[in-house]
């Protein structure tokens, strides 16, 4: 497929991206009909040490983190926010959201690329939100730390693999 200035997939605009994202939160609720525009996900195994025979030796013992967040509209925002108060504790009066677990599956398909990917977060909660609101046409989106505790790539077959 050639390079072009803007991508053109299933007749509408978009980036070089062509995704969905579902937000399952407590008590079965989904959120199908979500808009973002990004995500950004790191996992990193820590690789513990051993001498053997006077040499380091890396092993795979220790730990997998992750981190993840996602770029999603104000309205996108607001309808999480609004999925999660139902579950959320509230301590003084406030309902905080933080306090409510929820998994987030995004599929999307490269342009140019046929094959669906899948990466699924699981037990997520909203650590922080950062809003990027300017004058003019830009959108209004908000970035959300996720704090995963798993994440996980979902493959053809239907099996979950991490790092």
Not at 22 to 45: L, N, Q, S, Y
Not at 71 to 96: F, P, Q, Y
Not at 104 to 114: C, E, N, S, Y
Request: charged share 25%; net charge negative; glycine share 8%.
């Amino acid at each position: 497929m050639p390079q072009s200035a803007q991508a053109d997939v299933n007749a509408f605009e978009c980036s070089w991206l062509d995704g969905s994202c579902t937000f399952a939160v407590p008590g079965g609720d989904t959120i199908d009909d979500f808009d973002w525009t990004a995500f950004k996900c790191e996992r990193t195994v820590s690789r513990g040490e051993r001498k053997r025979l006077g040499l380091t030796v890396k092993t795979t013992v220790g730990s997998l983190a992750q981190s993840a967040s996602i770029t999603i509209s104000r309205t996108s925002h607001r309808k999480l926010m609004e999925a999660l108060a139902k579950h959320a504790r509230e301590i003084g009066g406030v309902k905080r959201l933080s306090t409510v677990l929820f998994t987030i599956l995004v599929q999307w398909t490269p342009i140019g690329d046929t094959q669906i990917y899948q990466r699924k977060f699981y037990a997520c909660s909203m650590g922080k939100d950062s809003d990027d609101a300017s004058d003019g046409d830009d959108p209004h989106n908000i970035e959300i730390d996720l704090q995963p505790r798993r994440i996980v790539d979902i493959l053809d077959d239907g099996s979950e693999v991490t790092l």
